[in-house]
C-alpha cells in the first residue's frame, strides 16, 4: 500500500468507519486510480492511431484529387 492509500485508509478511520470497511473503501479507490491508468494510456494509442489515420486518409485524397491523367 502506498503512501496516499494509507492516507485515504487514515481518513476514513478518522471519519469513524470501521476498520475493515476503511480498508475496502481504500482499496476501491486504489484500484480505481489504477484503472485511470490504464485507461489513460489506451487512450494515448487511441489518439496516436486517429492521427495517423487521419494523416493516411488525407495524403490518399490528395493523391486521388491530383491526380488528373
Given at each position: ?30 484500484k480505481r486510480d ?5 485507461l489513460k494510456a ?28
Amino acid at each position: 500500500m502506498s503512501s496516499l492509500d494509507i492516507d485515504v485508509l487514515h481518513a476514513f478511520k478518522m471519519l469513524g468507519v470501521s476498520d475493515e470497511e476503511a480498508e475496502k473503501a481504500a482499496m476501491a479507490l486504489h484500484k480505481r486510480d489504477q484503472d485511470v491508468v490504464a485507461l489513460k494510456a489506451d487512450m494515448a494509442i487511441l489518439k496516436w492511431m486517429v492521427g495517423t489515420n487521419v494523416a493516411l486518409t488525407f495524403i490518399v485524397l490528395g493523391r486521388l484529387f491530383t491526380m488528373h491523367g
